[in-house]
């Protein structure tokens, strides 16, 4: 009889464990948030030497990565982006936001408003099998 319940709860046990695993699997399987930016600069020269390392440090800093950015855009329908484009991967659109309303990011911002207008959105990613 002991055995029984030896056996019983061994397997209670064992789905336990395995249920928390596949929970956290799942989690681990959140699809990255995207954000793009449309960016027309008024000053290409100062906002490289003046916004864009700012920028691109509060990035890494707050944990997103800086996919591609740049000037040489092309378009496949539609009009293209004025002038720049950059493209960034977050874990959730909750980094997003604390990244967005971070000191150092508003600091920079104030930089970059003066020699650009800037056009920003985020996208959920696709799960990947």
């Known amino acids: 009889m002991k055995a029984r319940y030896t056996v019983l709860a061994a397997a209670i046990a064992g789905f336990g464990l395995g249920a928390v695993a596949v929970e956290q699997l799942h989690a681990q399987a959140k699809p990255p948030v995207f954000v793009v930016t449309e960016i027309d600069m008024k000053n290409a020269d100062a906002y490289q030497k003046e916004y864009a390392p700012k920028a691109q440090a509060s990035i890494r800093k707050h944990g997103g990565k800086l996919l591609a950015a740049g000037q040489n855009i092309t378009a496949i329908e539609g009009a293209a982006p004025k002038s720049r484009v950059a493209i960034q991967q977050w874990e959730s659109l909750e980094k997003v936001q604390a990244w967005r309303n ?13 020699y650009a207008t800037f056009r920003t959105y985020a996208v959920v990613g696709v799960p990947q099998p």
């Open 102 to 114: 971070s000191p150092d990011y508003k600091d920079a911002r104030k930089i970059g408003d003066k």
